[in-house]
């Protein structure tokens, strides 16, 4: 044979290799027409047309199960093939994709790829690093839900013509969004929004502290439900929307009992924000806030520090030891959650009537609010549940001092019933400014 002519034969059978192109011999699954296996990983594929999708969003046997246990790299193919020469080429990675690859630490992504669908890589807790190829040109947030702080490297293909990446974060070129980070992100001080999801679910490494630059006004939907980290959350002062449930399910300090949120001046609603995994020690709120909703400050069950903790049950009694102070001198409008859909991801076990007239949900020891609109708050609905509402100007220490003594302020007109001194004697005529018993408990009367 000419030698030329072989040479152009080797070449064009090792020209897919040479181009980066990988093909995969696959089996079909008896159980799904649609559906194939890569019977050595256990990965799972779905079949539509000339396309395919590794899909994880399905009930495997045990065989494939423990495959995908003690997977820990995975190159995916730009074609999957059958043995009777049908051939598909893969363009997403479908929801769940590598649900299950909990020692995976690499994974090649191909070419071919365009989508990244939410959850892709749900629970990888090993998953070291990626590289989002060229053709990506959609990735759904939260891509990353279950990923923990041994992530290092989050990078985007320099011809991607839709994302690029930065400080381990991925962003759209077309502006200063940030739709995906990872447990290593730093983002980047030009970011303006943190979308929808950006960081749900994942968790920093022990010594990893995220910090929201000053450049971001805008934190979209959900962008930090599930996050956990061990070092708290620095928020900017310039914030002026933070969406729905931007911390549902969070543990802004997930090892200490003790985290403070302070919520920018310029934010006008917080709704379903803080409903997080352990108690907060305070909420300071601005004067622009006007409206809430009832699962605006719902908090999830401390967790115990120690067995000693545990058997005591004082860890229970953190979930009612915060305080707030709200600057904004007309009480803010509880208004109904207009979106279901959102409620019910997380909140769907928990009404919005129940929460606001049930002592169940209590919202914290004492409010303080500026001093001449005391009044307004006592009687305005879900502020009113606090047991001690106080004036700012007198201090949290204040405050402190007087819910410890069970002192509950009493202006003239409100105190109905019975009053008596403290010798225990009835009053008979309207009582002078000073501190009495009324109701079985100690009151001022001012």
Not at 168 to 197: A, H, M, R, W
Not at 306 to 322: H, T
Not at 385 to 406: C, H, S
Request: hydrophobic letters at 40%; glycine letters at 8%; a negative charge.
């Amino acid at each position: 044979m000419n030698k030329r002519i072989w040479i152009m034969m080797v070449l064009s059978l090792l020209s897919p290799v040479l181009a980066g192109a990988t093909r995969l011999l696959i089996s079909p699954q008896n159980d799904w027409s649609d559906v194939a296996i890569d019977e050595g990983s256990g990965i799972y594929y779905l079949i539509e047309g000339e396309e395919a999708t590794v899909y994880g969003y399905l009930p495997r046997p045990r065989q494939h199960e423990e495959l995908l246990h003690s997977l820990e790299s995975y190159v995916v193919p730009d074609t999957i093939y059958y043995d009777d020469g049908r051939e598909w080429t893969v363009t997403r990675l479908g929801q769940l994709a590598f649900d299950g690859c909990y020692v995976l630490r690499f994974v090649t992504l191909p070419h071919t790829l365009r989508q990244i669908e939410e959850g892709a890589f749900y629970c990888c807790y090993a998953l070291e690093k990626l590289h989002i190829p060229a053709g990506v040109n959609k990735i759904d947030a939260s891509i990353f839900m279950g990923i923990k702080g041994n992530f290092k490297t989050l990078s985007v293909d320099k011809d991607n013509e839709v994302y690029e990446s930065d400080k381990n974060c991925i962003l759209e070129k077309s502006g200063g969004k940030l739709i995906q980070g990872c447990p290593s992100s730093v983002i980047p001080d030009y970011v303006t929004t943190i979308g929808e999801n950006a960081f749900s679910g994942i968790s920093m490494g022990e010594d990893d502290h995220l910090i929201v630059p000053e450049s971001v006004v805008c934190i979209e939907d959900w962008a930090f439900a599930g996050f956990a980290t061990n070092t708290g959350l620095d928020f900017p002062c310039h914030i002026q929307e933070l969406g729905f449930g931007v911390f549902a399910g969070a543990a802004l300090n997930e090892y200490d009992v003790v985290a403070d949120i302070t919520v920018p001046e310029g934010v006008t609603k917080l709704l379903g924000t803080f409903f997080i995994a352990q108690p907060m020690h305070s909420y300071i709120l601005p004067s622009t806030l006007v409206e809430i909703d009832a699962y605006t400050f719902v908090e999830g069950t401390p967790r115990p520090t120690s067995n000693d903790d545990y058997y005591s049950g004082e860890y229970m009694k953190r979930a009612y030891q915060r305080y707030m102070v709200c600057y904004a001198t007309t009480p803010p409008a509880v208004i109904p959650s207009n979106d279901k859909s959102k409620v019910e991801m997380y909140f769907s076990s928990l009404e919005e009537d129940d929460i606001l007239k049930s002592d169940d949900y209590k919202v914290g020891r004492f409010l303080l609010v500026p001093r001449e609109s005391i009044e307004l708050y006592k009687t305005a609905p879900y502020w009113k549940k606090f047991p001690l509402i106080a004036a700012i100007e007198d201090g949290v220490d204040a405050a402190e001092a007087k819910y410890a003594l069970g002192i509950e302020q009493v202006r003239q007109p409100k105190a109905t019933g019975m009053i008596y001194d403290l010798q225990g004697r009835r009053l008979s005529a309207k009582p002078q400014k000073g501190l009495y018993i009324h109701n079985g408990r100690k009151v001022v009367i001012k």
